[in-house]
């Protein structure tokens, strides 16, 4: 199995090049009609107000979005709401109404992606009814200025508040991938879109794994059509898969027990110059390594060389600079269960070897236990310089960067408006600038910008929003940016 090789014309159709059309064994396609028509809905009309969507015969043609800012969509009382980032004046556009939340559901996650190839944007909410006793994915095409239902999958499993779900554009093609967990099959699942609509729904492998997904990552290298699905499975094993044409090749298993369940104790990230792929993963006592290289025929099933030095990490995050091959990456360990003193350390790939490791704090305050499916640190580049951040105790956040060869503890910053315990963090790039957005236990959303000196507030005289769902027990995050 290889990330990058490519079969021959002749193979089997679920492994045809992107670059050819994708064949669609399963039945088809659906176009967003189909899927209104399914819920009793007219095909012209939208879940998000009432306004009619374009006909069907003119749907191709509005529904890549012109406006390449970046959006940001989070969960808000009974809607999705949605607001623009503007990069010339660091500021947001006033929150608008998307996809309405059914009475008795809870989010639970929140994807959203652009491509850059053709615009098209697409959005995915994950929500549960019943405690977690039901969980359904909602995927939405925005067409015609607004977000339309495409399609829903239900049946996750016994644990649907893991992230069990993700959403990708290949870079190359502008095609859009979700690939989500399903009970009932034992097997991941994949539906995807081209210019012709969405398929339905088919398995993301040739072959069933016979194990539902806890927590799913889709890993894609901008400008080409390389995209790697990361996973990890009821039994605790993590895996990865390639994708080839209209699946993913057999996965290879890259640890037999991964160290953690309840966080995602796995990332993985391309490298912006060469192309290899690098994945890092926490098992067995130690947290491990592996690279895979544009063009090689199989991944390594056996770990790269150990990381025994930090050797209970529970949360991982990684990010790649946009102008080399280094990758930074943050680490957070859970060193005595619920109790507070969890270490949070930092490193970095220089595109052969780690070179910069540091744990810049080992006495954390406010244990992260509880966050499953969280994000309680971030990491991103801002310019040449990588930044870090991780929340430690209440009023605002620490953070680190990385100049000069080593990463160096910079003294928190503290807003204008305290951040509660147990925040969630997601970066994105605006420029040279990096844009942190932070979800905290009151349910307010918060943006800070980092001009490569300094943070500063972005949303003005209050929160950029108010009334997410809980981030603690179980929640998951229920914001998205469409932005690297």
């Known amino acids: 199995m290889s990330f990058k090789s490519r079969f021959p014309l002749g193979a089997a159709l679920v492994l045809m090049p992107l670059a050819c059309t994708l064949a669609y064994p399963l039945g088809g396609y659906d176009d967003g009609a189909q899927a209104a028509a399914d819920a009793g809905l007219d095909a012209n009309a939208i879940e998000d107000g009432g306004e009619a969507a374009p006909p069907d015969g003119d749907a191709a043609a509005t529904e890549n979005d012109p406006d390449p800012s970046p959006m940001l969509a989070y969960a808000s009382g009974a809607a999705i709401r949605y607001r623009r980032w ?139 059509d390389d995209m790697t699905l990361l996973y990890v499975d009821g039994s605790r094993h993590f895996a990865a898969a390639r994708l080839a044409g209209n699946g993913f090749e057999p996965p290879a298993r890259l640890a037999g027990t991964i160290s953690v369940t309840e966080h995602k104790a796995f990332a993985g990230a391309y490298e912006s110059k060469s192309g290899d792929l690098f994945v890092t993963w926490a098992a067995e006592g130690t947290f491990n390594w592996n690279t895979v290289p544009p063009g090689a025929a199989a991944i390594p099933p ?56 540091a744990t810049l704090d080992g006495d954390i305050t406010q244990s992260y236990a509880g966050l499953e499916a969280n994000a309680p640190i971030a990491v991103g580049w801002a310019g040449g310089q990588a930044v870090a951040v991780y929340f430690r105790d209440a009023d605002g956040f620490r953070w680190g960067r990385w100049r000069d060869g080593k990463w160096v503890l910079q003294p928190p910053f503290v807003p204008r408006d305290p951040i509660g315990p147990k925040a969630s963090f997601v970066t994105f790039r605006s420029g040279s600038d990096l844009v942190l957005l932070i979800e905290e236990l009151s349910g307010k959303l918060w943006a800070k910008r980092f001009d490569g000196t300094s943070w500063s507030d972005t949303e003005g005289a209050g929160p950029l929003a108010e009334g997410l769902p809980n981030p603690d027990d179980f929640n998951g995050i229920t914001f998205a940016i469409d932005a690297p």
């Not at 992606?113 to 925005?142: C, F, H, I, M, P």
């Not at 991941?188 to 040739?206: I, N, Q, V």
């Not at 269960?337 to 220089?350: E, I, Y």
Request: glycine share 10%.
């Open 302 to 357: 056996a770990m790269s060389e150990p990381h025994p030095d930090v050797s209970q990490t529970g949360v991982m995050a990684v990010a790649a600079d946009p102008s080399s091959d280094r990758i930074a990456l943050a680490l957070l360990e859970s060193v005595c269960g619920m109790k507070d003193c969890d270490d949070w350390s930092l490193d970095m790939w220089n595109g052969a070897g780690l070179d910069g490791l």
């Open 86 to 224: 503007n990069a010339a004046t660091s500021s947001w556009s006033a929150p608008a109404d998307g996809p309405a939340i059914a009475s008795g559901r809870d989010v639970r996650g929140v994807a959203l992606k652009r491509s850059t190839v053709n615009g098209r944007r697409t959005l995915a909410v994950y929500t549960v009814a019943g405690g977690v006793s039901d969980a359904e994915l909602a995927v939405y095409d925005w067409i015609g200025g607004s977000f339309r239902e495409a399609f829903r999958a239900r049946d996750f499993g016994a644990r649907p508040e893991w992230r069990t779900f993700d959403l990708a554009c290949d870079g190359k093609s502008g095609n859009t991938y979700v690939v989500y967990s399903n009970a009932t099959t034992g097997s991941p699942r994949l539906r995807s879109r081209d210019d012709r609509g969405w398929t339905e729904e088919r398995g993301a492998f040739a072959d069933s794994i016979g194990e539902t997904l806890t927590f799913t990552e889709l890993v894609t290298r901008p400008g080409t």
